[in-house]
Structures are given as structure tokens and as C-alpha cells.
């Protein structure tokens, strides 16, 4: 069964203070890997797509990179607005995404 | 370009009732698929519907049905309300199944 895991559970940073969250997954025959962005109390909004190792991509102060085992998102200088919880999701077919429970950033003024 | 739209956004219901949730997809999109979210956890799987069919099928039970229209909208049905489903019903839109899929801001389902 397809299984994802992110750490940590929450984070907290200072303005300006770049870190990164970890998505570990277990997908036979990975299809993609995809981050998404969520709200409180909102669908979650795409983010990116990462489809083979070594892949990256980057919006804004957001780059996310691909292993063959794990993802990372990394927030480079974040902002207030740049909290949120950050889902991952795995998908080994056309049809499900398998996620995990996310991370939920807090960033401070 | 509208997005995916779901209705109602908030639900109270009693348990053993029955409640139906909409969808309209993204413009252009012709894959539906459902989604349960429990506070704090990350979105289930439900099912997926393709061409007015449901194409794979999450571990819930029978309970839980669904409904493709030829305009691409979706419906879920949800018999037999239990207090555990209680949580957030998100719809998600993509093209032919494959790659992204495109979120709606869910329905908020309370169970008395």
C-alpha cells in the first residue's frame, strides 16, 4: 500500500529564516510526486509536480527537489503570507493521490 | 476561468441521515475524483469518476456513492450518516485522470 510521510509535523520561523520540510513516500512505480499549499478551512491549491529523481522545481521562494526515496520543499527567506500547511502526495497510477498529513508553517513577523 | 466549484459549503446533518454534495469541474476537465479530510489529517481518497463511471474506488464503504454527469459534474452520496464522517469533502478536477489535479474549497460536513 502507498504510504507518505512528512516532517515535521509543524514549524515555526522567524521572517527570513529558510528551512526545509521533508516528504518520505513509499509508491511502487511512482508516477509523480506533487506539493500543494493549504489554508485553513480551503482546498488545497497545486503547487508543483516532480515526476523523476533529481527533478526540481521552483515558484517564488519555493523550490521542491526529488529523490528516489524522499522530497524535500525548501522556503527560502519566507514571508508572513508563506504560512500555510504544505501537503505531499504520491500517486503510482493515473487515478489517486496518496497523501500525507503535511507540515503546517508558521512564519513571524 | 472558473475553478472547481463544490455546494453547499457548510452541512449539518443527524446521524442516519442521507446528504449529497456537488462539484463542477475546472473548465476543460473531465475527471472527477472525491476526497475525505479529517481535521488535521491529509486529504483520503475516495473514488474517481471518468466517463460517468467510478475508475478506482478508496477504502470506504458502500455507504459512500457517487454520480458523474454527461456535463462533466460530479455528485457524492453519503447514506447512513455516522459521527465519523464529520470532515471536509474536497472534489478535485484533472484531465483524463492523469497529472494534476485541481482542488475545490470542499464541503464542510458536521454530524450531529
Known amino acids: 500500500e502507498d504510504q507518505v510521510t512528512q516532517s515535521p509535523e509543524a514549524l515555526r520561523l522567524q521572517e527570513g529564516e529558510s528551512s526545509s520540510l521533508n516528504c518520505s513516500y513509499t509508491?511502487?512505480?511512482?508516477?509523480?510526486l506533487f506539493w500543494y499549499r493549504q489554508d485553513p478551512g480551503k482546498g488545497p491549491e497545486f503547487l508543483f509536480t516532480l515526476y523523476s529523481a533529481g527533478e526540481e522545481k521552483e515558484k517564488e521562494r519555493l523550490k521542491a527537489t526529488l529523490t528516489k526515496k524522499e522530497s524535500f520543499l525548501h522556503i527560502t527567506a519566507p514571508k508572513p503570507e508563506d504560512s500555510a500547511t504544505y501537503l505531499c502526495?504520491?500517486?503510482?497510477?493515473?487515478?489517486?493521490?496518496?497523501f500525507g498529513a503535511g507540515t503546517t508553517v508558521t512564519v513571524r513577523a | 476561468d472558473a475553478g472547481v466549484t463544490q455546494s453547499p459549503t457548510h452541512l449539518i446533518k443527524t446521524r442516519g441521515q442521507q446528504v449529497t454534495l456537488r462539484c463542477s469541474p475546472k473548465s476543460g476537465h473531465d475527471t472527477v475524483s472525491w476526497y475525505q479530510q479529517a481535521l488535521g489529517q491529509g486529504p483520503q481518497f475516495i473514488f474517481q469518476?471518468?466517463?460517468?463511471?467510478?475508475?478506482q474506488r478508496g477504502n470506504f464503504p458502500d455507504r459512500f456513492s457517487g454520480h458523474q454527469f454527461p456535463n462533466y459534474s460530479s455528485e457524492l452520496n453519503v447514506n447512513a450518516l455516522l459521527l465519523g464522517d464529520s470532515a471536509l469533502y474536497l472534489c478535485a478536477s484533472s484531465s483524463g485522470g492523469a497529472g494534476e489535479q485541481f482542488f475545490g474549497p470542499g464541503t464542510r460536513l458536521t454530524v450531529l
Open positions: 469518476y471518468y466517463e460517468e463511471e467510478e475508475r
Open positions: 502526495a504520491g500517486s503510482s497510477n493515473d487515478y489517486k493521490l496518496s
Open positions: 509508491v511502487s512505480g511512482l508516477r509523480g
